[in-house]
């Protein structure tokens, strides 16, 4: 079993940054590709991005150009850098894990709120 809590979420500006951070524990999480998916008021889960147990990296549409996904396998973390948000980045940000799709495990998530 995998268990991941992510942190980091909160209030910020248009045109701000934040960084989230996914802390796992349990099984050997290096051998999982990992993910950051994001849910808005009445949508569906979206992808946001990935990367696998060596750093290849995706990303969904909305996250080109704007967002970074890194891991430290040392510290069993995973981060999502977000820059320029908009208030349409306005969501509950899940850390997910799994092989070789990251939605096996879920975190509960966390808030982000883009908003002047």
């Known amino acids: 079993q995998v268990q991941l809590v992510e942190s980091g979420g909160g209030l910020v500006q248009p045109g701000g940054s934040l960084r989230l951070s996914c802390a796992a524990s349990?099984?050997?999480?290096?051998?999982?590709?990992m993910g950051w998916y994001h849910q808005a008021p009445g949508k569906q889960r979206e992808l946001v991005a990935t990367?696998?147990?060596?750093?290849?990296?995706d990303y969904g549409d909305s996250a080109k150009g704007r967002f970074t996904i890194t891991r430290d396998n040392r510290k069993n973390t995973m981060y999502l850098q977000m820059s320029s948000l908009q208030p349409g980045d306005t969501a509950v940000y899940y850390c997910?894990?799994?092989?070789?799709?990251?939605?096996?495990?879920w975190g509960p998530g966390t808030q982000v709120t883009v908003s002047s």
């Open positions: 990367i696998t147990r060596g750093g290849i990296t």
């Open positions: 997910a894990a799994g092989h070789p799709v990251p939605n096996d495990y």
């Open positions: 349990g099984s050997i999480i290096t051998i999982y590709t």
